[in-house]
């Protein structure tokens, strides 16, 4: 079966950086895509960032220019690199692969697999 790892999270003060990867094991045959997920509490889970099987990328607005999601396909691992960290990013963050028909990048519950999650907390 597909499992997804995330490691890297941590605290942080604001302005710091942090960077999140997820371990891809068990096979996920062809091309698919893969995001990042957060959820602080008492809010809904939002899409953070996506990259599809072609490589491009998608941001929701808060984190543009801030956050980079980047892709090792021979290691099978997915990055999310994350600069300037402010304290209303502090969340649980998750790895998701393999975007569902009809869906699209950043949509909630788009895809397949998930990971357990890793907590970003970053502190003013």
């Known amino acids: 079966q597909v499992q997804l790892v995330e490691s890297g999270g941590g605290s942080v003060q604001a302005g710091g950086s942090l960077g999140l990867s997820c371990v891809v094991s068990?096979?996920?045959?062809?091309?698919?895509?893969m995001g990042w997920y957060r959820q602080a509490p008492g809010k809904q889970r939002e899409g953070v960032a996506a990259i599809d099987s072609k490589g491009s990328t998608r941001y929701t607005d808060s984190v543009k220019d801030r956050f980079a999601i980047s892709r090792d396909n021979a290691k099978d691992t997915l990055y999310l690199q994350m600069n300037s960290l402010k304290p209303e990013d502090t969340a649980k963050y998750y790895c998701?692969?393999?975007?569902?028909?009809?869906?699209?990048?950043?949509?909630?519950?788009?895809?397949?697999?998930w990971g357990q999650g890793t907590q970003v907390t970053v502190s003013s």
């Open positions: 068990g096979r996920i045959y062809g091309r698919y895509s």
């Open positions: 998701a692969a393999l975007l569902r028909p009809g869906y699209t990048l950043l949509s909630p519950d788009a895809y397949n697999y």
